[in-house]
């Protein structure tokens, strides 16, 4: 009965394909396979007995507490536009230099993802503001479109990332399992904390790269990434300039300041950035009831999705280790030619695979849990492990058909743009986070530096 595991993940993956909804794709399809693992004698029902302390451990979760405030967060800033005065801002002061819009795009997609880390928000929001501009000022399609969906998904790399929260959960419930296995009773712990401040690094090292390709471009065929006239847009002052770009800063060093220098738990500053966005709505008098009221039903709708998805996801795994999946997937690795360079190979590429058809979200509860306690037994360092999946994780918002910011641009985009320009565009932008993979798999201190200098 060693093939009832890989069946069942098989099975679940052409649920999801049918467009059911995650959390019960995932949670049906587990007790389908119960139900019929126990009419026949395969499956003990004791296991289920596991289901209500899981589903408390869920609710319990003070780490998961960061995702509503983060979601929060980045919504109110959405509805503040203070994503339009920062790409405002951006664009008089990079707009006369050749490929400076896109060099704004870049900077302000970093900052964004510094401060709201939501993805559909800033794909929307650059290119209902910057497309249509770009477009009538002669860039080329492909780039103007391939820059926003990539600059978009920067929120899933850079911290604070809902991603590398939820990541962050998974992989410390995976390092724990992965220690009682081997023996160990004093466990060694990875937080969110540690994800963000690892992933810091790879993440600004992205953005460059981002930016080189971009210099290269207007170098290279300049015609494709002109620089704008001095009359284009409002007129330049260092007061819009720092109107702009001080009040996300100020958030951003709030935030992310707290976390790296030990002053506050990614939970804890969750809660300032969900302040201090309401703060910075009053201050830009964008604040009422009816903004309020969409920001958190907007918010409810996210957390009870991945709240949801959660609970569906610990009863896949639950049923999965039932039938020995776990022990299965021990025995496939550890059978690999290349012992552990083979195995994160492999699940690397089949995580970048699964990123053409499956969301983040899915990928994480799903696929990490079966193969993270089993790398990280191999002796990963679940640092390094968390933000090569996170950068892996990446590419599924930009690999079609279903790479979401291709679906949040395509919404927006001009009739003029073609779905095949959006395609076009983001496949050099892919190939830089590919690249951006294989540094970090040479490099892994680029990861695991700098948490271990601030926490020892």
């Known amino acids: 009965m060693e093939w009832l595991p890989l069946l069942m993940f098989v099975a679940v993956c052409l649920v999801l394909l049918t467009g059911y909804p995650v959390a019960f794709a995932l949670g049906g399809t587990a007790l389908l396979f119960a139900a019929g693992g126990i009419l026949t004698g395969t499956f003990s029902p004791s296991d289920l007995t596991f289901v209500p302390n899981r589903l408390f451990g869920i609710i319990e979760n003070s780490t998961l507490m960061a995702v509503p405030m983060f979601v929060f967060m980045g919504v109110m800033l959405e509805k503040s536009r203070v994503a339009e005065k920062l790409l405002s801002s951006m664009g008089q002061l990079f707009g006369p230099l050749p490929g400076g819009m896109g060099l704004a ?3 302000v997609g970093a900052l964004l993802a510094a401060s709201t880390g939501i993805v559909g928000a800033t794909v929307v929001t650059m290119g209902l503001l910057s497309l249509p501009t770009m477009l009538r000022q002669g860039y080329q399609p492909q780039l103007s479109t391939g820059l926003i969906c990539a600059t978009g998904t920067l929120g899933q790399i850079i ?6 929260v939820l990541l962050g959960d998974v992989l410390a419930n995976s390092y724990q399992d992965a220690q009682l296995k081997q023996g160990l009773w004093s466990l060694d712990t990875v937080s969110v904390g540690d994800l963000f401040v690892g992933a810091l690094i790879p993440g600004l090292i992205l953005v460059g790269l981002y930016l080189l390709y971009v210099v290269v471009i207007s170098l290279w065929k300049p015609q494709w990434a002109p620089a704008f006239a001095a009359t284009d847009g409002p007129p330049r002052g260092w007061r819009s300039l720092l109107g702009g770009l001080v009040p996300p800063l100020l ?3 709030a935030v992310l300041g707290s976390i790296l220098t030990g002053k506050a738990t990614p939970t804890e500053a969750a809660g300032v950035g969900a302040f201090g966005a309401l703060l910075l709505a009053a201050a830009n008098r964008h604040l009422s009831r009816t903004i309020l009221g969409e920001v958190v039903r907007a918010t409810s709708r996210v957390t009870a999705m991945v709240f949801m998805i959660l609970i569906g996801a610990s009863l896949f ?5 039932g039938y020995g999946g776990e022990e299965a997937v021990h025995n496939l690795f550890a059978a690999m030619p290349g012992g552990v360079i083979g195995a994160t190979v ?4 089949l995580i970048f695979l699964l990123g053409f058809i499956l969301d983040f979200i899915e990928i994480t509860f799903v696929v990490v849990p079966i193969v993270a306690p089993v790398l990280l037994g191999m002796g990963l ?18 690999t079609p058909p279903f790479g979401f910011a291709l679906f949040y641009l ?11 320009h959006i395609y076009q565009g983001v496949i050099p932008f892919i190939a830089i986070q590919l690249i951006m993979l294989g ?3 040479l490099f892994p201190e680029l990861a695991t530096w700098l948490p271990h200098t601030l926490y020892g």
């Not at 911290?159 to 590398?164: F, K, V």
């Not at 492999?346 to 590429?349: D, R």
């Not at 395509?410 to 095949?420: F, H, I, M, S």
């Open 410 to 420: 395509r919404g927006v985009a001009p009739p003029e743009v073609k779905t095949t």
């Open 159 to 164: 911290p604070p990332s809902i991603a590398l």
């Open 381 to 398: 360092d679940p640092i390094w492990l968390g933000v090569m999946i996170a950068l892996n994780l990446q590419t599924s918002f930009l």
């Open 317 to 321: 795994s639950l049923v999965f280790r």
């Open 105 to 107: 795009i870049i900077l």
């Open 251 to 253: 958030l951003i060093a």
């Open 346 to 349: 492999m699940v690397m590429l």
């Open 439 to 441: 540094i970090l798999a």
